[in-house]
Every structure is written in C-alpha cells, then in structure tokens.
C-alpha cells in the first residue's frame, strides 16, 4: 500500500461550494481521519494554506466560496484535460 492510498482529498471550503470546488489550493492532501471525522481541521487548513501559498490565501478561498458557478459541459471538460494531463507528469 502507497501512502496516499490513506489520504483524501480534503477541501478547505466544502465541495458544495462548487465556485472553489476545483481550485487547486482549495483541494489538498489530508489523512482520513482529519477530513472525515474531524470535520477536516478547517482552521489548522486555513493556516496551512496561508503558510504555503501566501497570507490571505485561505480569506480569499472563503470569499470566492460564496459566489454562484455554473459549470458548462465545456468547463468541465477542460478542467478533466487539465488534470489528466497533469497526472501523466507525475
């Protein structure tokens, strides 16, 4: 077994909130028992986040959160492609 065969993918602000859902800063490795049963540490997740991609980071993220995203098939494809290809750099 791998190690991330034991992690989540743990969001910052809820999957709900579908105008962060995808982002890259929003989405970020965490254990199992940290996403699904301490409610992902959404504040120790905060200050992670601010620590690695600069102060305000996690602000920004809470804020982005409560706009409306409507999705199209086309977004959503490029955003597959997008990360298909980055996968394949791995």
């Known amino acids: 077994m791998e190690f991330w065969d034991e992690m989540d993918a743990g969001h910052f602000m809820p999957r709900a909130c ?35 991609f600069g102060m305000g980071t996690a602000e920004h993220l809470r804020e982005r959160s409560k706009r409306i995203a409507i999705w199209t098939d086309l977004h959503i494809q490029t955003k597959i492609e997008i990360y298909q290809s980055r996968l394949k750099q791995l």
Do not use: I, Y
């Open 18 to 52: 579908m105008s962060t859902r995808f982002d890259m800063k929003n989405v970020q490795p965490q254990c199992r028992k940290c996403n699904r049963h301490k409610n992902g540490m959404r504040e120790e997740f905060a200050r992670n986040l601010d620590a690695v």
